[in-house]
């Protein structure tokens, strides 16, 4: 079982830091969150995220994907055959934690070793989805 996320972790203030990370920064020689643009919330969007980052640098088994509250019921609500979160971790495989300060108009999907409350220590070891306008 991979470790845990600690529950003390401020994910609006982690999103907003992970958005300032892009590995596409002009210029940037440092490690650098991966960044990827999303139309909207789905099993499918989830699994793009999840392709890009196990052929970035992050280990597949212990990645764990956050989602906000609205978007974890967005998800539930579109896939006929998911149902709540339980299901939705059998579909993808990973572990989904919920959480209401999560902003809803991103996805995160990192290893729980990457960040220390709310800052990166390893961004490389983290992926963000941007959601287009999903409602």
Not at 42 to 59: K, N, P
């Amino acid at each position: 079982m991979p470790p845990r996320l600690d529950p003390e972790t401020d994910f609006a203030e982690l999103t907003a830091r992970v958005r300032t990370q892009s590995q596409q920064a002009p210029g940037s020689d440092t490690e650098r969150v991966t960044i990827r643009s999303l139309e909207r919330v789905s099993s499918t969007a989830l699994a793009t995220l999840l392709e890009t980052a196990e052929s970035e640098h992050l280990e597949p088994g212990a990645l764990v994907f956050v989602l906000s509250r609205a978007n974890a019921e967005r998800l539930c609500e579109r896939e006929y055959d998911i149902d709540d979160v339980d299901e939705l971790e059998d579909v993808l495989g990973r572990r989904v934690r919920v959480e209401a300060e999560m902003p809803d108009d991103a996805i995160l999907l990192l290893h729980p070793d990457a960040v220390d409350g709310a800052e990166p220590v390893e961004p490389e070891a983290i992926a963000c989805g941007i959601l287009g306008t999903d409602g």
